[in-house]
């Protein structure tokens, strides 16, 4: 019986005991026959409402039970899994959340991005559960997961993973499943540029060692096909190059444009930074950004605490710094030595004080050069300062945290031309198909304004493509109609910023809702200084308006995130959810409620970026025979 209906039974009580009694033979306003009867159908009434509701909840819990005995059971760690987690017993929570593999972890990040909810983050180079109750069950995490088997995986769930669809390869040896065709970079799951370089540089040693060993092939003009001279690519090309293996390096457009697609002034993070850096392409000349690179972090007190050890101290900074400088300067391009030569010198200098104070401090304390006297002898100083330089020459060579876009074009293409590493750009390649005797691949390009065909051969293929296929596009009847403005004929809607300097004062529509989105309506309104922004000049702001279509990406990055809400907040971005464009006219555009189709208003504008993602190139894959799982 429920709580209103024993309400209800009472309320009629107190009612006919209210009631002014009409003869000595009742009570109340009834007579003890009617007393009697009314409570023998209270008790009824109470007797089959308590049998209807137990026998409803019955058949709720045994249908529940039911659904959960038919349904998948929940992922537990398994007795190999806990022997490799070096547990015999797992004691973690019992609800769902990540379990992290280190030794399969490549510290790729991809985990993190793709968790809405702050679960995991990278601690000393690899992925970590760091707040496992906020676990909402998501699986991203384990589907994102590159690896195989995953480094990832969310326990006690009975959720499907969905992982997206990737080439097959084997892991180890980057080789696909048709012989002698490798995968690298983006395209093979495996996110960011870090793993991108060291891939590039692992597979051209892999197939070095193969062909070593193997018979000659007459039929084939070059040892490996490199195709796509993206980050991954680049690196392939210059390890090939230096290896002497004969080589095409086939680029659709120009030299990294992975690279040079990324809005001017944007940093690029090279993540994990805990990860040595390996690959063709180098990283010395990188990070000496002053708004990165520490040099202008030094307390004050670090150079009055050298200065006060003595002018030996001083000296022996000097000279450190000299060695150091000659030694990494010969990793960095000829041509960028003047432009990176200061700001290596200042970066080196830093890292030399900043140890030598620590030293310092660890000995004592007050009068420093009297400290440094006592513990820093001729003999000391040589083995101390020996390997403090090697740490620095290390930190500069391959412990790189990023760099703004701009230097890493600059190093990298210089590094690429003074090694004399040849690439055939937009050049575009058309099919890769495999000899009939399997010995070499046959690979057709179309270059030139008049797609001039051309054809290679070589014995083996390295795909490095990347994702960025073919745009979506927003599918408007007159989305490719050019118009007038300032004089010159230009393209109304666009699919990438390069450099949004070139937009000034402009009305502009950005269509989407992932981090390219973000960061192009905030490189729109913003100036970049470094990984933190600040409003343009007035004279040089445009007036921007972001539609997504329903909500923000749950891969967007939270940074990117924090500053689109912050320019929401200061009005600099007009930021709409379910609006799309219905109709797109010269100088303005109509928009309207994607869910409804109702119009709402029309705004003024004169570009609009469509940055709603692209076509994998998984046509292309398929061609040359890679399965796609």
Same mark, same amino acid.
């Given at each position: 019986?429920?709580?209103?209906?024993?309400?209800?039974?009472? @309320?009629?009580?107190?009612l006919?005991?209210w009631?002014?009694?009409?003869?000595a *033979?009742?009570?109340?306003?009834?007579?003890?026959?009617?007393?009697?009867?009314?409570?023998?159908?209270?008790?009824?009434?109470?007797?089959?409402?308590?049998?209807?509701?137990?026998?409803?909840?019955?058949?709720?819990?045994?249908?529940?039970?039911?659904?959960?005995?038919?349904? =998948?059971?929940a992922?537990?760690?398994?007795?190999?899994?806990?022997?490799?987690l070096?547990?015999?017993?797992?004691?973690?929570?019992?609800?769902?959340?990540?379990?992290?593999?280190?030794d399969?972890?490549?510290?790729?990040?991809?985990?993190? =991005?793709a968790?809405?909810h702050?679960?995991? @983050?990278?601690?000393?180079?690899?992925?970590?559960?760091?707040?496992?109750?906020?676990?909402?069950?998501? *699986?991203?995490c384990?589907?994102?997961?590159?690896?195989?088997?995953?480094?990832?995986?969310?326990?006690?769930?009975?959720? +499907?993973?969905?992982?997206?669809?990737?080439?097959?390869?084997?892991g180890?040896?980057?080789?696909?499943n048709?012989?002698?065709?490798?995968?690298?970079?983006?395209?093979?799951?495996?996110?960011?540029?870090?793993?991108?370089?060291?891939?590039?540089? =692992?597979?051209?040693?892999?197939?070095?060692?193969?062909?070593?060993?193997? +018979? =000659?092939?007459?039929?084939?003009e070059?040892?490996?096909?490199i195709?796509?001279?993206?980050?991954?690519?680049?690196s392939?090309?210059?390890?090939?190059?230096?290896?002497?293996?004969?080589?095409?390096?086939?680029?659709?457009?120009?030299?990294?444009?992975?690279?040079?697609?990324?809005?001017?002034g944007?940093?690029?993070?090279?993540?994990?930074?805990?990860?040595d850096?390996?690959?063709?392409?180098?990283?010395?000349?990188?990070?000496l950004?002053?708004?990165?690179?520490?040099?202008?972090?030094?307390?004050?007190d670090?150079?009055?605490?050298?200065?006060?050890?003595?002018?030996?101290?001083?000296r022996?900074?000097? &000279?450190?710094?000299e060695?150091?400088r000659? +030694?990494?300067?010969a990793?960095?391009?000829k041509?960028?030595?003047?432009?990176?030569?200061e700001?290596?010198?200042?970066?080196?200098k830093?890292?030399?004080?900043?140890?030598l104070?620590?030293?310092?401090?660890?000995?004592?304390?007050?009068?420093?050069?009297?400290?440094?006297?006592?513990?820093?002898?001729?003999?000391?100083?040589?083995?101390?300062?020996?390997?403090?330089r090697?740490?620095?020459?290390?930190?500069?060579?391959?412990?790189?945290?990023?760099?703004?876009?701009e230097?890493?074009?600059?190093?990298?293409?210089?590094?690429?031309? &003074?090694?004399?590493?040849?690439?055939?750009?937009?050049e575009?390649?058309?099919?890769? *198909? !495999?000899?009939?005797?399997?010995?070499h691949f046959?690979?057709?390009?179309?270059t030139?304004p008049?797609?001039?065909?051309?054809?290679?051969? @070589?014995r083996?293929?390295?795909?490095?493509?990347?994702?960025?296929g073919?745009?979506?596009?927003?599918?408007?009847?007159?989305?490719?109609q050019?118009?007038?403005l300032?004089?010159?004929?230009?393209?109304?809607?666009?699919?990438?910023l390069?450099?949004?300097?070139?937009?000034?004062?402009?009305?502009?529509?950005?269509?989407?809702?992932?981090?390219?989105?973000?960061?192009?309506?905030? &490189?729109?309104?913003t100036v970049?200084?470094?990984?933190?922004?600040r409003?343009?000049?007035?004279d040089?702001?445009?007036?921007?308006?972001?539609?997504?279509?329903?909500?923000? @990406?749950?891969?967007?990055k939270?940074?990117?995130?924090?500053?689109?809400?912050?320019?929401?907040e200061?009005?600099?971005i007009?930021?709409?959810?379910?609006?799309?464009?219905s109709?797109?006219?010269?100088?303005?555009?109509?928009?309207?409620?994607?869910?409804?189709?109702? +119009?709402?208003?029309?705004? !003024?504008?004169d570009?609009?970026?469509?940055?709603?993602?692209?076509?994998? !190139?998984n046509r292309?894959?398929?061609?040359?025979?890679?399965t796609i799982?």
């Amino acid at each position: 019986m429920k709580p209103f209906h024993i309400v209800i039974c009472l @309320a009629l009580v107190i009612l006919l005991l209210w009631l002014v009694p009409t003869g000595a *033979t009742t009570f109340g306003g009834l007579s003890w026959i009617g007393w009697a009867s009314m409570t023998a159908v209270i008790l009824l009434i109470g007797f089959i409402i308590i049998v209807t509701d137990s026998a409803r909840a019955a058949g709720f819990f045994t249908t529940l039970a039911d659904q959960a005995a038919a349904s =998948e059971t929940a992922r537990t760690l398994s007795a190999d899994e806990l022997v490799e987690l070096k547990l015999d017993k797992y004691r973690g929570p019992a609800y769902p959340h990540p379990v992290i593999f280190v030794d399969r972890c490549i510290g790729c990040q991809a985990c993190v =991005e793709a968790c809405p909810h702050d679960v995991l @983050a990278i601690v000393d180079g690899t992925a970590a559960a760091v707040a496992p109750d906020l676990c909402m069950e998501d *699986t991203a995490c384990q589907a994102e997961c590159p690896v195989n088997p995953k480094a990832c995986i969310v326990i006690n769930t009975t959720r +499907e993973v969905r992982s997206p669809p990737t080439p097959t390869r084997d892991g180890a040896t980057y080789e696909t499943n048709v012989d002698g065709c490798y995968i690298i970079g983006d395209v093979s799951g495996v996110p960011l540029i870090k793993n991108a370089v060291k891939e590039g540089a =692992e597979v051209i040693a892999r197939i070095a060692a193969d062909l070593s060993n193997a +018979e =000659e092939e007459p039929g084939a003009e070059y040892d490996v096909a490199i195709i796509g001279i993206g980050p991954g690519g680049a690196s392939a090309a210059a390890s090939a190059h230096r290896t002497g293996l004969r080589y095409i390096a086939i680029e659709q457009s120009k030299t990294l444009s992975t690279i040079d697609l990324y809005p001017k002034g944007k940093y690029i993070f090279f993540k994990p930074d805990t990860k040595d850096w390996l690959g063709g392409i180098p990283a010395a000349g990188l990070g000496l950004s002053p708004t990165t690179s520490g040099s202008e972090g030094m307390p004050a007190d670090y150079a009055a605490i050298v200065e006060a050890a003595g002018e030996d101290a001083g000296r022996m900074v000097r &000279d450190s710094m000299e060695a150091v400088r000659a +030694e990494i300067l010969a990793s960095i391009p000829k041509s960028l030595h003047s432009e990176l030569g200061e700001r290596l010198s200042e970066k080196i200098k830093f890292e030399l004080e900043l140890r030598l104070v620590g030293l310092l401090r660890s000995k004592g304390i007050g009068d420093w050069e009297r400290v440094y006297r006592q513990h820093f002898g001729r003999a000391e100083q040589s083995a101390i300062m020996t390997d403090i330089r090697s740490e620095i020459v290390e930190l500069l060579r391959k412990k790189i945290p990023g760099d703004q876009r701009e230097n890493i074009l600059a190093v990298w293409l210089a590094n690429l031309r &003074d090694d004399g590493v040849r690439i055939n750009e937009y050049e575009s390649c058309k099919s890769v *198909t !495999p000899a009939e005797n399997g010995g070499h691949f046959t690979i057709a390009t179309e270059t030139g304004p008049a797609n001039d065909p051309r054809n290679y051969t @070589a014995r083996r293929v390295i795909i490095a493509i990347g994702l960025r296929g073919a745009p979506n596009k927003l599918r408007l009847p007159n989305e490719d109609q050019k118009f007038m403005l300032d004089g010159r004929e230009e393209q109304k809607v666009l699919y990438s910023l390069s450099n949004p300097s070139d937009f000034r004062g402009r009305s502009i529509v950005v269509v989407g809702g992932g981090n390219v989105a973000v960061e192009c309506a905030v &490189d729109l309104v913003t100036v970049r200084d470094g990984s933190s922004i600040r409003p343009r000049p007035p004279d040089t702001i445009n007036r921007v308006t972001m539609l997504v279509r329903d909500y923000l @990406a749950p891969t967007v990055k939270f940074r990117n995130k924090l500053q689109l809400y912050s320019l929401v907040e200061t009005g600099l971005i007009d930021l709409r959810f379910r609006v799309g464009i219905s109709e797109m006219r010269m100088h303005d555009i109509v928009l309207a409620n994607v869910v409804t189709g109702e +119009e709402l208003d029309t705004i !003024p504008n004169d570009y609009v970026f469509a940055l709603i993602g692209g076509e994998r !190139p998984n046509r292309f894959l398929e061609s040359i025979g890679i399965t796609i799982k």
